[in-house]
């Protein structure tokens, strides 16, 4: 049993449109994390270079534009992820199902 499970592994390793799906996953996967990492070395960025910008009240409050920012990094973590879920729970995980059923 443990060698019927194996041989489908190889199997689905092997075949071309597993593999066209690995390179789409990671291509998505890699473009999330680059976009993940400009934002945020953005944000450290204009922190080091630019706090006067970040420093400035929003509406005269005690408020300053760096907070809103800070906060959208931080919220721009979890869209970023929601974006990958969605993506890896209906594309992927659906032509994954379809090349297992067809090997098997």
């Not at 929003?58 to 879920?85: K, S």
Request: proline share 4%.
């Amino acid at each position: 049993m443990a060698s019927d499970a194996a041989a489908l592994i190889d199997r689905i390793k092997r075949d071309p449109e597993f593999l066209a799906l690995e390179r789409r996953r990671a291509r998505f996967a890699w473009t999330l994390a680059a976009t993940m990492a400009a934002i945020y070395f953005g944000f450290i960025l204009a922190v080091a270079f630019a706090p006067g910008l970040l420093a400035r009240p929003i509406a005269g409050g005690a408020t300053t534009i760096g907070i809103p920012l800070g906060i959208g990094v931080i919220l721009a973590a979890f869209v970023l992820t929601g974006l990958y879920v969605r993506r890896a729970n209906t594309d992927f995980d659906l032509v994954t199902q379809r090349i297992i059923e067809r090997l098997q």
